[in-house]
């Protein structure tokens, strides 16, 4: 059986199903006590047991991930479009838009905490920061990488600025912007949890440091597979979504303009070059 | 017969709205740093309604023509009207060299585009795009995404995009190219009975420019043909078409074209200019 043909959802299982084999073995046949490292047995049944403690704090934690993303995507696509619009603005406001993301957030959570105190908006800001530079930069390349072609034509026809924005370098710029967004959404809940690490009253981040503070290790870990699940659910989303939004543009087979921001498939074992058609002809 | 003379000279009338005219064009591009002199001393003009065509070697600026005639570039010298005013920008149908459909619109959105760009209500668009694509052999495919369809087809959909886009001057860079020549040949037909018969619903019934590799296309369709020389491109040979209309492809084998198909060839390879 060839490997395409094996259903992506048990290849990436097989992997992760011997890893937690080999945890689960190890905790077990070396007596490792569980506040040092609880058996994935153990965090399930302590995820199932604790189920509402952390469906509470699962609860803010994912509202604050939500907001902060709505609150980056509004910044993010802002900014990107301004950035991806003027070549002036691309050059003086860019540079601080990458500058923006040197700052180290371990550094400036807490002082956001001193400013804003313990409640929802310091990590609404944690998770903006954290998220809007994708967002940005990805809106940014795509309007900029608009097919000239597609620009020149509808010149042609005396389309306006706002046409030639509206008919061609949004929809092109899209492909991108989700690239960025689903990096982003992948970002948002471990910006949420690290807030709320550095100061709050309820959500994953505090539930986990107490629960580290009072020795329940298991608890960490049940916070840790929660804060995936949620991260992996929003990323899901925006796929979904992209599919939806995007029908035309089909993962990994380019697209007619070959402006993908994708990764292309690998043929024959080497990188397709985009618009790099004879290469096709020679592998199919 | 067919009358061939020599390089145009400038006409005496005044150009009138929906015809082109040109008067002493160059235009010059920097090729790493090096000026690559593209066009030279190109003076023509067509009357309203009139149909002509340019053929001349690859590389002989023909589509840099077209792009100035579509106002996307401005010449170094000269003066270029057309539809009767010197911006060109939203007064031409333009059909590029390359397709350049856009990938996220089906073929019957894309075909609409230009009617799109002028306010044209969607529902009147579309009907009158559905329509053309029966007779252009693409009904059933009005649906499909550009990435789905062939190079033909494409190319299909772009002409029929330029057919419906608004203006006074119809601009095709190798319009049939990538179609077979069957289907060429119902192309042309299609576009001879459109341009012909004056249908105003569409704009076939006003001025075209065609560039084309085809000297059997040119003269199939045109009143008039220029042939360019070699970059720098400079009007060689202006032959003009006297063959009868309503033109078919029948025509093809007669004496007459077979003779001016002679001349112009020999023009394109450079003898006897
Ligand atoms: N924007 C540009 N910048 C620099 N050089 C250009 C540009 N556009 C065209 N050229 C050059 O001008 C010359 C003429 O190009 P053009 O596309 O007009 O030729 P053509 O007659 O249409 O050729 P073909 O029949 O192959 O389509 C070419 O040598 C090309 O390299
Ligand atoms: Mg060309």
Redesign the interface.
């Known amino acids: 059986m060839r490997v395409q043909h094996v259903p992506s959802v048990l290849l990436a299982t097989v992997p992760a199903g011997l890893l937690l084999c080999a945890w689960e073995a190890y905790v077990r046949v070396a007596g490792v006590d569980r506040v040092f490292l609880p058996a994935p047995t153990q965090v399930l049944k302590v995820t199932w047991d604790s189920a509402g403690l952390l469906a509470t704090h699962a609860r803010l934690t994912l509202l604050e991930a939500t907001l902060g993303l709505l609150l980056a995507f509004v910044a993010g696509c802002a900014l990107g479009a301004m950035v991806g619009l003027s070549p002036l603005l691309r050059r003086s406001v860019y540079p601080l838009l990458v500058v923006s993301q040197t700052i180290p957030m371990i550094a400036l959570a807490p002082l956001l905490v001193l400013w804003f105190g313990f409640g929802i908006l310091p990590k609404l800001l944690v998770v903006a920061l954290v998220c809007f530079f994708p967002l940005a930069v990805s809106m940014a390349d795509g309007l900029a990488s608009a097919?000239p072609?597609?620009l020149?034509?509808?010149?042609?026809?005396?389309?306006s600025p706002t046409?030639l924005f509206f008919?061609?370098r949004l929809?092109?710029a899209?492909p991108y912007l989700f690239s960025g967004a689903k990096i982003a959404v992948t970002y948002a809940v471990i910006g949420a949890v690290f807030g709320e690490w550095v100061g709050a009253y309820e959500g994953l981040g505090i539930l986990m440091q107490t629960a580290k503070n009072s020795y329940r290790t298991d608890i960490v870990f049940a916070a840790i597979l929660v804060t995936s699940l949620l991260s992996v659910g929003l990323f899901g989303l925006v796929s979904i979504l992209e599919r939806v939004m995007?029908?035309?543009?089909?993962r990994g087979?380019g697209?007619?303009?070959d402006q993908s921001p994708r990764i292309q498939p690998i043929i024959g074992g080497r990188r397709r070059a985009p618009g790099d058609r004879r290469e096709i002809v020679e592998n199919v | 017969m067919a009358s061939v003379r020599g390089v145009a000279r400038a006409s005496q009338t005044p150009p009138t709205e929906g015809g082109v005219s040109v008067r002493g064009l160059s235009k010059t591009y920097a090729l790493s740093g090096q000026p690559l002199p593209v066009l030279q001393e190109i003076t023509f003009d067509v009357q309203p309604g009139e149909f002509v065509s340019f053929v001349g070697p690859s590389g002989s600026g023909k589509s840099t023509l077209l792009?100035i005639l579509?106002?996307?570039e401005e010449p170094d010298r000269g003066v270029v009207t057309a539809g009767g005013s010197a911006r060109r920008?939203?007064?031409?149908?333009?059909m590029?060299q390359?397709d350049?459909?856009?990938?996220?619109?089906s073929a019957l959105e894309n075909a609409i585009?230009?009617l799109?760009?002028?306010g044209v209500p969607r529902h009147e668009s579309r009907q009158w795009a559905r329509e053309l694509f029966a007779v252009a052999g693409l009904g059933g495919f009005e649906d499909s995404?550009?990435?789905v369809l062939s190079g033909g087809m494409r190319q299909r959909v772009a002409f029929l995009r330029t057919v419906l886009?608004p203006g006074s001057v119809m601009l095709l860079d190798e319009p049939f190219g990538a179609l077979d020549a069957l289907t060429r040949s119902e192309m042309h037909e299609w576009l001879l009975g459109l341009w012909e018969h004056g249908d105003v619903m569409y704009n076939v019934s006003t001025t075209v420019v065609l560039v084309t590799h085809d000297v059997e296309e040119a003269l199939l369709l045109s009143d008039r043909v220029y042939v360019l020389s070699p970059r720098p491109g400079r009007i060689r040979l202006v032959h003009e078409v006297s063959l009868p209309r309503p033109r078919t492809p029948a025509l093809t084998t007669t004496e007459e074209f077979v003779r001016s198909k002679a001349a112009l060839l020999a023009a394109v390879r450079g003898e006897g200019a």
């Not at chain 1, 995007?246 to 089909?250: A, G, S, Y």
């Open positions: 097919e072609d597609a020149r034509l509808l010149r042609s026809m005396g389309a046409q008919k061609v929809p092109g899209l995007l029908p035309w543009h089909v087979s697209t007619a303009m | 792009n579509a106002g996307l920008l939203g007064g031409v149908a333009y590029p390359r350049v459909l856009l990938p996220w619109r585009l230009g799109e760009v002028k995404l550009p990435s886009t």
